[in-house]
Structure formats: structure tokens, C-alpha cells
T-cell receptor, first 113, second 113 residues
Framework: AQSVTQPDIHITVSEGASLELRCNYSYGATPYLFWYVQSPGQGLQLLLKYFSGDTLVQGIKGFEAEFKRSQSSFNLRKPSVHWSDAAEYFCAVGNMENNDMRFGAGTRLTVKP | ETGVTQSPTHLIKTRGQQVTLRCSSQSGHNTVSWYQQALGQGPQFIFQYYREEENGRGNFPPRFSGLQFPNYSSELNVNALELDDSALYLC????????????FGPGTRLTVL
């Protein structure tokens, strides 16, 4: 079965600084990869997804992620963080063969003024 | 287009009781997935329903059961509640026509005392 590891539990960055959130997955075939954001008390909002094709994926709110098969990684990046980006970020892996999506434990992002 | 809705928003139950949570899928979606998100953790897949049939199940005991109706709305039932069932329960709807991308509702916060 697939699995996801987000090595960083909590990250703090200054507003305007760049951001990279790490995600490593385990899955034998080509995975479907997702990044979601969750604000306190809210559901999950999809930032971006990778199914196939170009390994650099653009998402909403200025986020992008790069699929690197050789490193089993799908790291999320943003060149300049805004205070409103403070939230919990979840990486997830899914596929077409089975029906469950596996989530990482999440990375909490704090943005300093 | 109406998004995924869940009811109730919050719920408090005592140990041993039973609970039913409800989810209305997004228009045009025929698949509903349920997730449990404990505090500080990522969502864990409970099960999925596709066209009124269970279509995959995660590692949850049989006291977690579900139902999907002809209009594709869904219920999650939990019997014999335990303290560890306290969590945010998320519903997501999808359709194969859109690559099974899951759209999440805001969740139901269940507290078991």
C-alpha cells in the first residue's frame, strides 16, 4: 500500500521569504500526488495535483510542486510567503487501482511578520 | 455548483452511544469517501462508496459502517463509541470523469466523553 512521509512537523518562515515543504512517498507504480491546505477548523482545499506529464506542477495561490521519481519526492514550494499562508499542509498519494488516499501527518506553517 | 456539505458541524456523544454523520456530495459526483482526522494528524481513510456500494475500506473496525443513497449522499455510522473516536470526520466526493479528484467538505467535529 502507498504511504506518505512529511519530515517536518512545524516550519516557521518570515513573510516574503521562500518556502519548501517536503514530501516523500512510497508506492510501487506511478502515483497520483496531491497537496492540500487546511486552515484551523476547516476542511481540506486542494492546492495542486500530479497525475502524469510535466513534473513541475503549478497550483493555486502561487504554489508549485515538483515530482521527482528518483527521490520519491513531491516537494511544495512558494517563492514568497504571505501571512495568509499560515495553515496546515498535507501531502497525499492515491492511485487508480485502489480507492484510498493516504495522507502524511502534515506540516504546520507559521509565518512571522 | 454546490460543494460538499456535511452535518452536523459539531457533535458531543458519550462512550457507548451511536452516531450518524451525513454528507451531501458535490453535484455530478457519484463517489463519496470518508476520512477520520484525529487531532494533530493527517486524515485516515475509512471507506468509500461508489454508486451505493462500498468500494474500498481502510483499517477501521466493523462498528464503522456507511451507506450511500440514490442521490449519492452518504451517511457514516459509528456504533459503540469510544473515546478515541473523537476526531474531525471528513467527507469527500469525486467522480471518475474528473480523475477521481476528491473535493472535501468542512467536516464534522465529534467529541466522545
Amino acid at each position: 500500500a502507498q504511504s506518505v512521509t512529511q519530515p517536518d512537523i512545524h516550519i516557521t518562515v518570515s513573510e516574503g521569504a521562500s518556502l519548501e515543504l517536503r514530501c516523500n512517498y512510497s508506492y510501487g507504480a506511478t502515483p497520483y500526488l496531491f497537496w492540500y491546505v487546511q486552515s484551523p477548523g476547516q476542511g481540506l482545499q486542494l492546492l495542486l495535483k500530479y497525475f502524469s506529464g510535466d513534473t513541475l506542477v503549478q497550483g493555486i495561490k502561487g504554489f508549485e510542486a515538483e515530482f521527482k521519481r528518483s527521490q520519491s519526492s513531491f516537494n511544495l514550494r512558494k517563492p514568497s510567503v504571505h501571512w495568509s499562508d499560515a495553515a496546515e499542509y498535507f501531502c497525499a498519494v492515491g492511485n487508480m487501482e485502489n480507492n484510498d488516499m493516504r495522507f502524511g501527518a502534515g506540516t504546520r506553517l507559521t509565518v512571522k511578520p | 455548483e454546490t460543494g460538499v456539505t456535511q452535518s452536523p458541524t459539531h457533535l458531543i456523544k458519550t462512550r457507548g452511544q451511536q452516531v450518524t454523520l451525513r454528507c451531501s456530495s458535490q453535484s455530478g459526483h457519484n463517489t463519496v469517501s470518508w476520512y477520520q482526522q484525529a487531532l494533530g494528524q493527517g486524515p485516515q481513510f475509512i471507506f468509500q462508496y461508489y454508486r451505493e456500494e462500498e468500494n474500498g475500506r481502510g483499517n477501521f473496525p466493523p462498528r464503522f459502517s456507511g451507506l450511500q443513497f440514490p442521490n449519492y449522499s452518504s451517511e457514516l455510522n459509528v456504533n459503540a463509541l469510544e473515546l478515541d473516536d473523537s476526531a474531525l470526520y471528513l467527507c469527500a466526493s469525486s467522480t471518475p470523469d474528473q480523475g477521481n479528484e476528491q473535493f472535501f467538505g468542512p467536516g464534522t467535529r465529534l467529541t466522545v466523553l
